[in-house]
């Protein structure tokens, strides 16, 4: 597997001198692209996995369907019949948009990838080791991903259904996409029950036009959807906020070194603003931003990853 990122400039361009592939970096996993600095602010980083082009199809799929047929069967028809206001119209739409953002970011959004030549303070070298896969310096809380095909800092996961890792620098728009997934897909149930026992009764007098606008089939399969999402996320949302909260990855917490986690004294607030990189909490749900890490009072390295 290998990663593929995009710049906001040409591509010809942005590409320096030697920065193609590395001899510490060849092999079968390999980037195409290194980002020169820090400064090219919009990025997109594109992990080559066919499998995680299938599974992120199947995401973006269960999207695309709820979006379009919901408000096209339940929501626009009683609006205009005056059932609903605009008010629900317009918060469905936006979950959606927020849904769609957070996934499009958490999947393209570089997730934190070691530069090939670092710079390491003097007083944080002890806190560093060598990959023996790549034969990069990392900081030892990363991780080798085999699946991008290098190293990822405070790497928490690889997620197929998102086809990038879940690192240091997305964890917070996995965890948006996680809460906006749930809301949609609550919503979604909600408004597909509304329509089985309180919105039938209303159309009931025009028999012809209720059978013809609301196809049975496509809402069963919303609710279908609505169901597995909504119980999914919410697990998934659950351990993400434990594993947050006690400063502890999922690889952390699957390792065998599993005595040493569970033992951060962090403030909830202090935990999600440094995974979020900002202490203003409306802009934890907002997807569209640029995170800037947090000086952070104090570290914990463990040497087991
Ligand atoms: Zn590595
Ligand atoms: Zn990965």
Redesign the pocket.
């Known amino acids: 597997m290998r990663t593929l990122r995009m710049t906001n400039k040409p591509l010809a361009s942005s590409i320096p001198q030697g920065s193609i592939c590395s001899p510490a970096s060849s092999g079968e996993d390999r980037a195409v692209e290194r980002v020169p600095s820090a400064d090219m602010k919009l990025r997109l980083h594109f992990v080559v996995d066919p499998i995680g082009w299938l599974c992120i199809s199947a995401v973006f799929g269960i999207w695309l369907y709820n979006s379009f047929f919901v408000p096209k069967l339940v929501l626009l028809p009683h609006y205009h019949e005056g059932h609903i206001p605009w008010a629900i119209v317009f918060c469905y739409y936006i979950a959606s948009a927020l849904c769609f953002a957070a996934l499009f970011r958490a999947s393209t959004a570089d997730p934190g990838r070691?530069p090939q030549d670092p710079h390491i303070p003097h007083s944080e070298r002890e806190h560093w080791e060598l990959?023996?896969?790549?034969?990069?310096m990392?900081p030892k809380r990363?991780?080798?991903?085999s699946r991008c095909g290098?190293?990822v800092r405070r790497m928490d996961h690889h997620c197929p259904w998102i086809n990038n890792c879940v690192g240091e620098d997305n964890h917070w728009l996995f965890l948006q996409l996680c809460f906006y997934a749930q809301v949609l897909s609550l919503f979604t149930l909600v408004l597909d029950f509304c329509q089985y026992y309180y919105f039938q009764p209303l159309t009931q007098l025009d028999q012809e036009k209720f059978t013809t606008r609301h196809e049975l089939a496509l809402l069963r399969g919303s609710a279908l959807m609505g169901v597995v999402m909504f119980g999914g996320m919410t697990s998934l949302f659950y351990t993400q906020m434990t594993g947050i909260l006690s400063d502890t990855t999922t690889i952390e917490k699957m390792s065998q070194f599993s005595n040493e986690i569970l033992n951060s004294k962090k403030k909830w607030q202090r935990a999600l603003a440094e995974v979020c990189g900002t202490r203003w909490k409306l802009l934890w749900l907002l997807p569209l931003r640029m995170r800037q890490p947090l000086q952070s009072g104090h570290q914990h390295y463990r040497s087991h990853v």
Not at 131 to 136: A, D, S, Y
Not at 142 to 145: D, L, P, Q, V
Request: charged share 15%.
């Open positions: 070691l990959c023996n896969k790549c034969n990069l990392r990363s991780h080798h991903c290098h190293c």
